[in-house]
């Protein structure tokens, strides 16, 4: 059963501040020889911080301010007008559907969640390549959230018709538009990686 309580002081750092972990997702990028991509994500967010706080105990008997922190970070999510949905469930956790689409040609590089709280990115290397990384909190952090029966579990997907270098996706399929699967059953494993080449 989850529970804030053990993961207090591990939490309470500020660099932890406006980050989000993903779990129980299914999340889906499209990305075209031509730079073109679309990415999708439905699944659960955890804010780390609204999770240190409950943790600390912040809200004990407060249901009036643990309501305005709630609408404070659903605020903070939607500043990205991607997200089509979100709502508060349980525990610090949101529920969120996401929809982004862009041009690796124009905007040179995408993140989500967002820059300061990167679970994918894409950037654009120069010379028609494009890196695909992951990014993951550090072991002690992973720790005690572990510990607290949160973890980051789901599949992400990926289509494309640009030449790949290098990837290390669970499975392949598929001739042209190639479909590349990654299936996340803990933070602890290694994050998806691919390096293609436009044009």
């Known amino acids: 059963m989850r529970t804030a309580r053990p993961i207090l002081a591990l939490l309470a750092v500020v660099m932890l501040a406006g980050c989000y972990m993903p779990d129980r997702f299914e999340a889906g990028l499209q990305i075209r020889r031509d730079g073109k991509y679309a990415f999708t994500y439905k699944g659960e ?10 943790g600390m105990g912040e809200f004990d008997g ?26 508060y469930w349980r525990q610090a956790t949101f529920r969120a559907r996401y929809l982004h689409e862009g041009d690796l040609d124009r905007d040179r590089s995408f993140n989500f969640v967002r820059l300061n709280s990167r679970f994918l990115g894409l950037k654009n290397m120069g010379d028609g390549r494009v890196e695909l990384s992951g990014n993951r909190l550090p072991k002690a952090y992973q720790d005690a959230l572990l510990e607290g029966g949160f973890d980051s579990r789901g599949t992400f997907r990926l289509w494309t018709d640009a030449r790949v270098i290098d990837h290390n996706a669970d499975t392949v399929e598929g001739q042209g538009l190639v479909l590349y699967t990654w299936r996340i059953q803990s933070m602890r494993q290694e994050l998806p990686r691919m390096v293609l080449q436009l044009g």
């Open 62 to 87: 407060d249901a009036d301010g643990f309501r305005e922190y709630v609408a404070i970070f659903e605020r903070d999510l939607r500043r990205d007008s991607g997200f089509q949905e979100v709502s």
């Open 45 to 54: 967010l955890t804010s780390l911080q609204l999770l240190r706080k409950l």
